[in-house]
């Protein structure tokens, strides 16, 4: 209203003709758009900058009005025009088309590219592409980078048009690019909380997380308040250890969740989180309930996690529920298990009151889906990894080959303690031929960890020295996922405090760790996420794969094996030769290895250093 009233004051001329008849169709005064337009068909005619637009929208208004005796003579008009008015015609057709659904959204706009391309990619045709093409769309991102690419070569990058590009980039996961269209922008203007979000996000997904949490934290004490920020900063928190900063932030963002599905979201994360923190804490029934509150009883998801996490509140008995709590939570379990009796997400197992142990353990193998068939077929594996029939990745074993062993963590504890005739759970670090190399051949790497090898390192107290041996480390987002989850109280690891004590280890290093994300693809989708990922990120050459289990860098490098690869063997070595440690520490933790049944190869220098000097002093 304010500009068509300033309008008004200028003196006659074509240009605050054609502004007035845009600002009528703008304000909705269809009539006296057409009206003016109607009068001053001459000036639509003209050769002025605006006139296009200002046809387009006058045509706009008088489609609106039914009038399409002279919506049409306003089209001819831009058709009969010049090669800029035909791309105006162009966009006049596909808003016609979209208003009057003649033509579904897909079709709309492949039909405005086809023109678009025919016509050379005129300006009225890119701009109207790149306003309708949704960069949030898989199917459209690619294409919409390719009209902001023509964009941008006519102008400076703007906030609106970086906002654009920074979703469609993410949508296609392509981090490097978002993190420099984010550094342009801080050199164009002052970007806003959001260009700052997907910064962190690029800096999180390119692995440089503790970048992205300084960012982050830098964004929370100005009073952050974006979600995408804010989500990127709770998963950090997570997956580094940091449950109560990562708490905070969660309930922060419950307390500005606008959706269901995000409170569900965030009540989750904040059960899961308070329970790591304290699984005696009272909030862990109130949150359990607030998802109660939350779920549709229809949904078998939704209502069994509720029942799941009602239950797990209560296991430790320092939280007690109410008696309307306790009737709510009989009710709902009935009609839970009535309703879905052969749920995968909670079942109820009965057993006669005079059931035998076998009985109730045949009820219980059911009710998970262990078949005879299956424990048959496991057995067999495990008697094949005994053997040494069975070349199987460590990491790979409790899942395939093991019953009773419940992840790497626990089967790493048994290979410690297990005699030399329990070669299931061994584990081989070297493969069949294994030369020393020069340290340099590999310190001037940034080398990648799987969780087993981390263990491995800590025991041998030896964490330490890798931080001083390596510039910097790397170990996965999936890795660190991993490593979180078997911390967690109920569902983690029967040695979950072995991996709270890694995560604290790991905690005060965390500016020295990358945590780069590999691209999981559908095949081989039963191996361990973990695993696939570290293949994935080997594939990409940028890394040095460090794992103490040979099978798994023989299946992660395949070729490669050799130049891409190392063990602990090659970084005691290492230590050795820049004089970090003696011959004789090299020579006792290698001893170390050989007491837990690792396979190593030692050399002779190693084996005479374990020969006490009083022995080797001694006269022939």
């Excluded at 304010?2 to 909705?28: C, K, W, Y």
């Excluded at 940034?446 to 910097?472: I, S």
């Excluded at 030769?577 to 933790?589: M, P, Q, Y």
Aim: glycine content about 6%.
């Amino acid at each position: 209203e304010a500009a068509l009233e300033a309008n008004t004051r200028l003196p006659d001329s074509p240009m605050r003709i054609l502004r007035r008849v845009a600002f009528l169709h703008e304000l909705g005064k269809h009539r006296d758009c057409v009206e003016l337009a109607a009068a001053n068909v001459d000036v639509l005619r003209s050769s002025h900058q605006l006139s296009g637009p200002s046809t387009v929208l006058a045509a706009l208004s008088a489609d609106v009005l039914a009038r399409a005796d002279l919506m049409e003579s306003w089209r001819e008009i831009l058709r009969g025009g010049d090669h800029e008015k035909q791309a105006h015609a162009a966009t006049l057709d596909y808003l016609l088309a979209r208003r009057k659904n003649q033509l579904g959204g897909a079709e709309a706009l492949a039909e405005l590219s086809r023109v678009d391309a025919q016509l050379g990619h005129p300006k009225p045709t890119t701009l109207l592409l790149f306003q309708e093409l949704d960069g949030g769309e898989e199917s459209e991102a690619e294409q919409f980078l390719s009209v902001a690419a023509r964009l941008r070569s006519t102008m400076r990058l703007s906030p609106m048009v970086a906002m654009k590009m920074a979703v469609a980039l993410a949508t296609l996961r392509r981090w490097g690019e978002l993190l420099a269209l984010c550094e342009e922008a801080e050199g164009e203007f002052d970007v806003t909380g959001r260009i700052k979000a997907f910064k962190a996000l690029a800096l999180d997904q390119l692995g440089r997380s503790d970048e992205a949490r300084a960012l982050l934290e830098a964004m929370l004490e100005e009073g952050m308040d974006d979600g995408l920020a804010l989500n990127t900063y709770v998963n950090i928190m997570v997956r580094c250890g940091f449950a109560e900063k990562a708490k905070s932030t969660a309930e922060l963002i419950l307390e500005r969740a606008q959706t269901r599905e995000r409170r569900i979201e965030c009540v989750k994360m904040l059960f899961s989180l308070e329970q790591q923190a304290n699984p005696e804490s009272p909030r862990l029934v109130d949150l359990a309930f607030r998802m109660g509150e939350l779920a549709n009883q229809e949904d078998e998801v939704e209502e069994g996690v509720f029942l799941g996490m009602a239950t797990t509140a209560t296991m430790f008995g320092a939280a007690s529920l109410s008696d309307a709590r306790k009737d709510e939570l009989h009710s709902r379990a009935n009609a839970f298990f009535e309703r879905f009796p052969q749920s995968k997400v909670l079942r109820r197992v009965e057993f006669p009151v005079d059931a035998e142990p076998e009985e109730m353990l045949n009820a219980l193998k059911a009710a998970v889906g262990i078949s005879e068939e299956r424990e048959q077929q496991r057995a067999e594996l495990e008697a094949k990894l005994q053997s040494g029939e069975l070349p199987l990745p460590y990491a790979w074993r409790p899942r395939f080959a093991l019953g009773n062993v419940q992840d790497v963590v626990h089967l790493w504890e048994l290979a410690k303690r297990s005699t030399p005739e329990d070669k299931k759970f061994h584990l081989n670090m070297i493969g069949a031929t294994w030369q020393q190399r020069p340290a340099e051949s590999f310190r001037s790497r940034t080398p990648l960890f799987d969780l087993l090898t981390l263990f491995v390192l800590k025991d041998l107290d030896l964490l330490g020295m890798v931080f001083e041996f390596f510039p910097r480390i790397a170990i996965s987002q999936g890795t660190l996922g991993e490593l979180m989850k078997l911390s967690q109280v109920f569902s983690g690891s029967i040695f979950r405090d072995r991996c709270l004590e890694l995560q604290e280890n790991l905690k005060p290093r965390l500016a020295q760790i990358l945590q780069p994300q590999g691209v999981l693809g559908d095949v081989e989708g039963n191996l361990p996420a973990a695993s696939r990922e570290l293949r994935a990120l080997a594939a990409s050459g940028n890394y040095l794969v460090y794992s103490d289990d040979a099978l798994a860098r023989m299946w992660a490098l395949r070729e490669k094996f050799e130049s891409d690869g190392m063990c602990t063997l090659d970084l005691l070595c290492g230590l050795e030769e820049l004089g970090v440690l003696t011959t004789e520490e090299v020579a006792t933790k290698l001893a170390q290895l050989c007491d837990w049944h690792v396979g190593i190869q030692i050399q002779l220098g190693h084996q005479l250093a374990l020969i006490p000097q009083a022995v080797r002093a001694a006269p022939s």
